[in-house]
């Protein structure tokens, strides 16, 4: 019901035996007793209880089902054919339909749609010994789906890899997703600290450090989509650790490049640098802003080029002792980065003419 909701669902119908109405409330939580969502004895004469028409457009899934907003996204995407024809996502037991209420209530097969992590959910949970576990493992597994759009090339490959096993473990404990930012902005800032050395060795193993905070860097979102406890700060929370963590790790490194080179021209440097981060932020924003057709595209792009693979690129160029090469070029790559960003925008900018409107549907469960 989490999920539905958000995903702009906004009346809820859930059948259940009387007998059964306590537990239901339980397993409902924060839902019971709101005056948009209603309990019925039989979906039969749904239509006359809610006066509903019999082709309003519903979302009707049975049983305890797991899925993940990829699933429920995917079958409420096609609002428009769900109020002609059944649109249906997973198989078998595990099914989530779509379409008019009269033909979902008859349980009329209907035109099967790709979902992301297809594979995995949605899943129903049937009593089976280690439905439970293969449930949770599923779930862990489809996060990598939901950030795809955003993930550079070596963090959808590689970081996303390990970080769900990772998250998976977390989520069943009490820690929150933003205490995992706050102890992976500690990671980060360590390794920033040990970049700024002149040894060879501890250079290196703050590169390694700063890998491993990458691979971490996805594990609070991951907890918190795990948990449903996704917040609007902690999101804002997680990008200003990520861009103080980058920071602190240019500074790092042109910090150690000056204290072994003993040149002054790093000084101005990390000027450069900054002053170029500075501008990178307002172009991001900038693109960040852009709506209209293809906008969600363009801005999965943007967020894919200012991502952290380059965490590879330092481990290899603190194994040959070339930092220094990495600490020129970000400098001055960040104006070419910021000034190619901005002339991207503006070729956008002129066809953003605003956002496809949300749809508005509901949602009915039944009980098995």
């Known amino acids: 019901m989490v999920l539905c909701e958000r995903a702009g669902i906004r009346r809820f119908f859930l059948e259940c035996d009387p007998v059964a109405r306590p537990a239901l409330a339980a397993a409902t939580g924060r839902f019971t007793g709101r005056p948009e969502v209603s309990v019925v004895a039989s979906f039969a004469d749904l239509g006359r209880q809610a006066a509903l028409p019999a082709n309003e457009p519903c979302l009707m899934f049975a049983g305890n089902l797991v899925a993940s907003r990829l699933q429920i996204e995917a079958a409420t995407s096609h609002a428009a054919e769900a109020s002609r024809e059944v649109i249906q996502v997973g198989g078998g037991d595990a099914l989530i339909s779509a379409g008019p ?20 959910l949605p899943f129903a949970i049937d009593g089976h010994p280690g439905d439970v576990a293969s449930a949770e493992a599923r779930l862990a597994r489809a996060l990598r789906f939901e950030t795809l759009e955003s993930d550079g090339v070596l963090a959808r490959y590689l970081d996303r890899h390990f970080s769900w096993r990772i998250s998976r473990r977390l989520a069943r404990t009490p820690i929150t997703p933003n205490l995992v ?22 250079r290196l193993a703050g590169s390694l450090l700063f890998l ?21 700060f902690g999101g804002l929370f997680d990008k200003l650790t990520d861009n103080l963590v980058n920071v602190a790790i240019f500074i790092g490194l042109i910090g150690g490049c000056y204290r072994a080179h003993r040149s002054p021209a790093y000084l101005y440097l990390i000027a ?20 209209g057709p293809g906008a969600e595209e363009f ?24 930092l220094a090469v990495f600490a020129w070029g ?8 910021a000034f190619g960003l901005w002339w991207l925008t503006d070729r956008r900018m002129p066809r953003a003419e605003g956002e496809t409107p949300a749809h508005e549907t509901c949602a009915i469960a039944e009980e098995v």
């Open 299 to 322: 801005i999965g792009k943007v967020d894919r080029i200012t991502g952290r693979d380059f965490a590879y690129l330092l481990v290899i160029l603190a194994l040959f002792d070339r």
């Open 181 to 202: 930012t706050f102890a992976n902005t500690l990671l980060g800032l360590s390794a920033a600290a040990m970049f700024a050395s002149t040894s060879y060795w501890i």
């Open 330 to 337: 970000a400098a001055f790559g960040t104006y070419v980065f």
């Open 101 to 120: 209420l009269a033909r979902l209530l008859a349980h009329d097969t209907g035109r099967r749609v790709p979902a992301p992590a297809e594979r995995e």
């Open 212 to 232: 491993c905070s990458i691979i971490f860097d996805g594990v609070d979102g991951e907890v918190a989509r795990l948990k449903m406890a996704e917040t609007r």
């Open 272 to 291: 450069i640098m900054l002053l170029g981060f500075a501008i990178c932020a307002v172009s991001v924003a900038r693109a960040f802003r852009v709506s």
